[in-house]
């Protein structure tokens, strides 16, 4: 597609359910960032896939956070027994890579998570 | 890890200034980028800029990678141009992190 695309863009659910969501970057991008941004803050680093190297997961705050990205393409992140904290905006970005680093990065519209 | 300061937190102009605004990091940077969110929240990229110093339009930024900081200019202000600038750098680690941002609100 022409841009990040991201979904869905709003999800509703209830305190202890799972959900996902999922990024369908630029074609041909190789770099797949997502951030998660809570409410009047700053983006949040929470993973990156760059090509067929093994994500940096650093950013991941728990065990229940967890991404895969399939055929160097589609990104899908979960989070497993949903808490209120989880409540953010989750953004994804995708880009080509340049000398080893990171391009012009390009963000979807995010996904607004609202754990009840 | 790196970290990245911008200056100031929020910033109140009427249309038609200038405004610059400051990315301050702690490490050498191989990349540096700068983001605008609209108040709808959509983040778009600005400027690519390790080092040096582009423009486009209205706005323009330096880069002084050795004394590691970067300025963002924006000149003649719209009310289009609120909303949250964000600079985010990568150094060693190799991933983009971000800075806390700058508010800018444009009144007519």
């Known amino acids: 597609g022409a841009g990040v695309s991201q979904s869905p863009s709003n999800k509703v659910t209830e305190k202890g359910k799972d959900v996902e969501l999922r990024c369908d970057p630029i074609s041909g991008h190789t770099a797949l960032y997502w951030y998660r941004q809570s409410l009047g803050q700053g983006l949040e680093f929470l993973i990156y896939?760059?090509?067929?190297?093994?994500?940096?997961k650093s950013g991941l705050p728990s065990d229940r956070f967890s991404a895969e990205r399939t055929g160097g393409s589609v990104s899908t992140l979960t989070i497993q027994r949903t808490q209120q904290e989880d409540s953010a905006v989750y953004l994804c970005?995708?880009?080509?890579?340049?000398?080893?680093?990171?391009?012009?990065?390009?963000f979807g519209e995010g996904s607004r998570l609202t754990v009840l | 890890g790196i970290q990245v300061e911008q200056s100031p937190p929020d910033l109140i102009l009427q249309e038609g200034a200038n405004s610059t605004l400051r990315c301050n990091f702690s490490d050498s940077v191989n990349n540096l980028q700068w983001f605008h969110q609209n108040p709808w929240g959509q983040l778009i990229n600005l400027f690519y800029i390790p080092s040096g110093t582009k423009q486009n339009g209205r706005l323009s930024a330096t880069t002084v990678a050795t004394e590691r900081y970067s300025l963002l200019y924006i000149s003649s202000s719209q009310t289009t141009d609120s909303g949250v600038y964000f600079c985010?750098?990568?150094?060693?680690?190799?991933?983009?992190?971000f800075g806390q941002g700058t508010r800018l609100t444009i009144n007519p």
């Open positions: 970005a995708s880009s080509f890579v340049r000398g080893g680093y990171t391009g012009e990065l390009f």
């Open positions: 896939f760059q090509g067929n190297s093994a994500p940096d």
């Open positions: 985010a750098v990568e150094g060693g680690a190799q991933k983009l992190v």
